[in-house]
């Protein structure tokens, strides 16, 4: 045996002797990661499952666009607002800060952080839903950004390849249901890799995505992508004037807090108290309670906030006009358009023939930053960045 890969061997029974002695019962070990395909080289690898997981999707084609997805605000000139790049980094930095607490498996929660939103569309929650109306629209079901995270990383990165992810890593990305308001979250234990592609499949066909994680370390997640955005997104409003900070709920205030920082440190702190030997992610009723009413609070001052949307609208025109063109394009052949040049050239003939024309229209707008899809609208829809709101 070479003597680094002996090495290797030895560094890697160090770290699961570790984990024995450290995680709780309830934490999902990384001998029990379940793959798709065999890793030829994984008995000489140092690195445990799910740091390698973490690994692939920190380097992968993906990863590297979150740098222009939008967050909440778009086409704001204000280099202080939240894009998505630096949400992921909050999520995994809070989740491991909970996993850490409660002795959960850290590497599993950052790889889950890491990925979870890489499959959403140019212009954020926005994106998603003018992109879903039009894949429902030409029969390839509703787009959720949390099932585009797994196509991405298992069908399209690597040329078609895609990275062999864990089965656990990929459920709580699928998972990772933010928007949705839980005081308590139990793991829905014993999926396999079978049980987990038949519930992506059913999920296509639903207006919501809301399955709750198979491991204990996916809940974290999930709990931790709502405490990393409510306070933020929060700052963000009141830094372009949109809301004052006077105006949070008074409950909000009393419990929560009024600004980011205390804001996550109460509902990590709550949580984590809660949490201690349990077999959920929770936390107290009151501190639910008020997490619930900023969420309120946000998406009717915030997010439905017509101040902002009015930026919009020529976002949807552009969404439409080219999910037209490139499936225009493909039926066509037109060899020199962008879907074929830019997305089809090099990919791995499984995926050509395992997916239909609008399919890959999906796959190819959906992992668009926002300038490159703004670059690929005609003149007449192309928008203006402005200064302030």
């Known amino acids: 045996m070479n003597d680094n890969f002996k090495k290797a ?33 994984g008995e000489n690898e140092y690195r445990q499952a799910f740091s390698t997981d973490a690994d692939r999707i920190l380097n992968s084609m993906a990863f590297t666009r979150y740098i222009d997805k939008t967050q909440v605000f778009s086409l704001i000139k204000n280099d202080h607002l ?29 790889a889950a952080s890491l990925g979870h939103d890489i499959g959403h569309a140019p212009f954020g929650h926005d994106g998603e839903t003018f992109l879903s109306k039009l894949t429902h629209a030409h029969g390839a079901g509703h787009f959720h950004h949390n099932l585009q995270s797994i196509q991405f990383l298992d069908r399209i990165e690597k040329q078609g390849q895609g990275l062999n992810l864990s089965l656990q890593t990929m459920d709580a990305i699928v998972c990772h249901n933010g928007e949705a308001h839980s005081k308590h979250l139990i793991p829905d234990r014993n999926r396999s890799l079978a049980d987990f592609d038949a519930m ?37 409003a009141i830094r372009l004037g949109i809301v004052a900070r006077d105006q949070v709920p008074k409950d909000c205030k009393e419990i929560l807090g009024q600004t980011n ?38 998406y009717k001052y915030i997010y439905k906030n017509p ?6 609208s020529s976002i949807e025109e552009i969404f439409k006009y080219l999910f037209e063109r490139y499936l225009s394009d493909l039926e066509q052949g037109q060899q020199s358009s962008d879907i074929f ?7 791995a003939q499984g995926y050509k023939e395992d997916h239909t024309p609008p399919e890959i229209v999906r796959d190819f707008i959906s992992g668009m930053t926002d300038s490159y899809f703004i670059r690929q609208a005609p003149p007449h829809l192309t928008p203006e960045y402005i200064d302030n709101v």
Not at 200 to 229: F, H, L, Q, W
Not at 307 to 312: A, D, E, W
Request: one cysteine or more; glycine letters at 6%.
């Open 82 to 110: 939240t894009h998505r790049v630096l949400h992921v980094q909050l999520v995994s930095r809070v989740a491991r800060t909970i996993g850490r607490y409660l002795s959960l498996n850290q590497d599993l929660i950052e």
């Open 9 to 41: 061997r030895e560094l890697k029974e160090f770290l699961t002797l570790q984990e024995k002695n450290t995680l709780s019962d309830l934490a999902c070990f990384s001998h029990a990661a379940q793959r798709r395909k065999g890793e030829p080289h």
């Open 307 to 312: 101040v902002i949307k009015r930026h919009l």
């Open 200 to 236: 992506v499949r059913a999920v296509k066909a639903k207006s919501v995505c809301n399955e709750i994680p198979m491991t204990m370390e996916g809940c974290v997640v999930r709990m931790a992508d709502t405490i990393s955005y409510i306070g933020r997104d929060l700052e963000d």
């Open 341 to 347: 040049k830019k997305f089809l050239n090099g990919m």
């Open 261 to 298: 920082g205390t804001i996550v440190f109460n509902l990590v702190t709550d949580l984590i108290h809660n949490s201690l030997d349990q077999p959920y992610i929770g936390f107290s009723k009151p501190v639910s309670q008020a997490l619930k009413e900023l969420k309120g609070f946000n």
